[in-house]
């Protein structure tokens, strides 16, 4: 690859004009570009990044695991969607019944998913096989030696006391109170529901409104089904068609190197990286939870205060602007069309990365090679706002998207695609380009990857995603189109757990 003389509008930095090859390659634009990095400048920025990276570790390690006794509905939401889909299935398939075998109890385990399993066998084989499978779980419970709390206990007498009714063909439930068919909704969710509306329950209109929300659950399901494989089949190609072009040498790579300047970018990651963090702990530890999700929107756009270190440094803000990708030369609605094709492109090694992390979990998880909090099922990787979402709270919804969808694409991808990148190539330019490349975006990706709070199981996934983020910044130049691509996935992923808790209601 050879630098040409043209220049983009505005001062834009030189245009890299790639020659048919794998991967872009970049020459040294001075000769005194290695003699001029600060090495005393790189070495305490990466102390500080490794140290900030090891507090986040040492925090996850020696902070006190959670110990959730009473499954939330986020706990049973994949028993739930199993439900409701089962009944919407048979209800528009016609077919009386429905396959399921009640799921092994395991230690870790929340003894309402099984109750779960009960009531879907009294779907399936009766109030009696339902009740013996009820005792089956106390049973177990009590061989290892696990009491249940106050209201879980009260569950379990509320759920056999139905399913005895309905075993001695009083479909009323009449031993049960209002009060605690409220009870049962409110901890089981959709099953909740299930179990005091059977099909031969003297209020057939309720019956019907449950199998008619099911059925439409099950066919907009489906849909977003079959819209998921399009994108993955479309993907698949987009990707295949990608490849071909960078070995052909067809792409024209448009990133550019700042002689000299890239240990002031190492700088700025840092002293933003500390910031964030300190920044979350304080959160953490002085604001009301009612009001974090709101603190947190506002650290994450005044940490864009480290931006101000490079100007301190010497260099004037339109080139800070240009060297981390906050530029318009081009029309922003082709970036954000970029942005959007690029993330097509890039769904397929998502699946393959999600699939890794299945293969990981049922490989290490049984060798106690990855910590059990990793695969407890009281405990397994989420995000924290998950739970925030399932309260239902359309204050907590409406931030929890602005901070998916525009304050974690901005302030992260200007951080990370933006600053880092930066310095991270200019600090590996002397390798040939796909090297330099490479190995910048797999160290950008690991970082990423690893201050998310998923835990170990949430890096393949994450990792994937920032390392396509970081191909689409080399490719452009520009964040707009990585941006782009971090709100779709982040409100895409927000928009279907949405869908998915308000369908289970």
Not at 119 to 143: P, R, S, T, W, Y
Not at 264 to 277: P, S
Not at 286 to 305: D, N
Not at 355 to 362: F, G, M
């Amino acid at each position: 690859m050879t630098l040409t003389e043209s220049h983009d509008p505005a001062n834009a930095p030189p245009v890299l004009a790639p020659e048919p090859s794998f991967a872009p390659g970049y020459e040294i634009i001075e000769a005194h570009a290695v003699g001029s990095w600060n090495v005393v400048s790189c070495c305490v920025t990466w102390v500080v990044i490794v140290a900030v990276l090891a507090f986040h570790a040492f925090n996850v390690a020696v902070s006190e695991v959670e110990t959730r006794v009473e499954a939330t509905s986020i706990d049973l939401m994949q028993i739930n969607l199993v439900a409701k889909f089962a009944v919407g299935t048979k209800q528009l398939s016609n077919d009386q019944t429905f396959p399921f075998k009640a799921s092994e109890f395991g230690a870790d385990d929340f003894p309402e998913l099984h109750w779960c399993n009960s009531i879907l066998l009294n779907e399936v084989g009766g109030a009696n096989a339902a009740l013996k499978h009820v005792e089956k779980i106390q049973n177990e419970l009590d061989d290892h030696l696990i009491s249940l709390t106050v209201k879980q206990a009260q569950l379990a007498d509320i759920l056999t006391r139905i399913l005895t009714d309905y075993a001695q063909k009083d479909w009323s439930a009449s031993n049960v109170s209002t009060d605690e068919r409220k009870l049962v909704t409110e901890r089981l969710g959709f099953c909740g529901t299930l179990v005091l509306t059977p099909e031969q329950g003297p209020d057939r209109s309720a019956r019907d409104r449950l199998e008619k929300q099911a059925a439409t659950f099950t066919v907009v399901t489906i849909g977003i089904m079959l819209l998921v494989g399009l994108v993955l089949l479309v993907g698949c190609v987009g990707f295949c068609v990608a490849l071909a072009a960078l070995i052909a040498g067809k792409f024209r790579f448009h990133f550019g190197r700042e002689a000299g300047r890239g240990h002031i970018y190492g700088e700025t990651f840092a002293i933003w990286f500390l910031m964030f963090t300190i920044m979350q702990v304080v959160i953490g530890e002085t604001v009301p939870r009612h009001l974090v999700l709101i603190a947190v929107g506002i650290g994450f756009f005044a940490s864009l205060a480290a931006l101000a270190w490079p100007m301190v440094r010497g260099v004037s803000w339109q080139d800070v602007r240009r060297d981390i990708g906050w530029r318009l030369e081009t029309n922003p609605l082709l970036e954000a069309f970029y942005g959007a094709a690029a993330y097509i492109c890039l769904t397929p090694l998502i699946l393959c990365s999600l699939i890794l992390v299945v293969i990981l979990a049922n490989f290490f998880g049984p060798i106690g090679l990855l910590p059990i909090g990793q695969f407890d099922g009281k405990n397994a990787p989420s995000h924290p706002i998950v739970f925030e979402l399932a309260k239902n709270d359309p204050f907590v919804v409406i931030t929890a998207l602005i901070l998916a969808c525009v304050a974690a694409p901005i302030v992260e991808e200007t951080m990370f695609r933006g600053v880092l990148y930066r310095h991270l190539r200019d600090s590996t330019i002397w390798f040939r380009g796909f090297v330099s490349v490479f190995l910048s975006a797999s160290i950008n990706a690991l970082i990423f990857a690893a201050i998310h709070p998923q835990g170990l199981l949430g890096i393949p996934v994450l990792g994937t995603l920032a390392f396509g983020f970081s191909l689409v910044r080399e490719w452009r130049d520009s964040l707009i189109a990585p941006m782009v691509m971090h709100a779709i996935n982040n409100g895409t992923m927000t928009l279907l757990l949405l869908l998915v808790l308000n369908g289970l209601n």
